[in-house]
């Protein structure tokens, strides 16, 4: 008998075994170690009071981590990651744990619930649409090997300075925006672990022109852009370059672009930089 719990008393130790089981065939496997699971949850917002086990007797077996915050004007919870043991797939347990948050999370006062699905895989998507969630958005996905990307960037005018920025002025950066970063990309997700990051600036005199944000360890950039006026001027491949040199992993990874923005994508193909496995962002009112 499958039993749904919340997460709270937990240990990360059973907790990280069980993610790593359950994704070790996933669509792109992956490893993590105790420390980068939980940085990355952290990062995500990750609450364990409003996160979701089903157990078999006493064995965790399946998971959903919830992140909390406000998205929207409306108390959320977005689902970091979901996954079953491969012994226990095709028994309702997904759905099962699902159903029996959602009373938790109301009297929790969560409003909203966001999360990802990969485009490929139809049977997760369409098993949240039979649950009423809707998709809001759709994201590109890049990930390529730092030697690979093709960066010839013009040389900027000499007015032009980059310097690293310590206390970003998200205000003054949120205008740069042609549309909203997701969850992972967000402005608090930054602050969660701001320290692990390096944002820099491209400024002409003291006017901030572009800035990008990068995740050495992981070759992470969550968020890359120049303001209007100053675009096709090489200032973006330059900002991109700069960061790339800050990557201490081989791979550039730039994740939940809006699909259908096509500036980002001239400029992605005009760097090498090309969409692999996509992302719905889906929602549901609660």
């Known amino acids: 008998m499958i039993e749904i719990k919340q997460l709270t008393d937990v240990s990360m130790n059973v907790i990280h075994k069980t993610v790593n089981d359950a994704f070790s065939d996933y669509v792109e496997p992956f490893d993590l ?20 086990g089903a157990f078999s007797g006493t064995e965790l077996v399946g998971f959903t981590l919830n992140g909390v915050d406000n998205w929207n004007g409306k108390r959320t919870a977005y689902d970091t990651g979901t996954g079953i043991i491969k012994e226990y797939r095709k028994q309702g347990i997904a759905t099962k744990m699902f159903e029996e948050s959602l009373p938790v999370l109301r009297s929790n006062g969560i409003e909203f619930y966001l999360l990802e699905v990969i485009r490929t895989n139809t049977k997760a998507f369409e098993l949240y649409k039979k649950a009423g969630f809707k998709v809001i958005r759709e994201f590109d996905y890049y990930d390529i090997e730092k030697n690979k990307l093709r960066m010839n960037a013009r040389e900027l005018d000499e007015e032009f300075e980059f310097r690293e920025i310590q206390k970003p002025d998200w205000q003054s950066m949120k205008t740069f925006w042609e549309f909203e970063p997701s969850w992972q990309n967000c402005i608090d997700s930054i602050n969660r672990k701001i320290d692990y990051f390096k944002i820099f600036g491209i400024f002409k005199d003291e006017t901030l022109a572009g800035y990008g944000i990068i995740e050495p360890s992981t070759g992470d950039i969550p968020q890359l852009a120049v303001a209007n006026y100053y675009r096709r001027e090489g200032l973006g491949t330059n900002l991109l370059k700069l960061l790339v040199s800050f990557a201490e992993c081989d791979e550039i990874r730039i994740i939940n672009t809006e699909a259908e923005y096509e500036p980002f994508k001239k400029f992605a193909k005009s760097v090498n930089l090309e969409p692999g496995f996509g992302q719905y962002e889906m929602g549901l009112d609660l």
């Open 33 to 52: 170690t105790i420390d980068q699971l939980r940085y990355m949850i952290e990062r995500r917002g990750c609450d364990l009071n409003l996160s979701f």
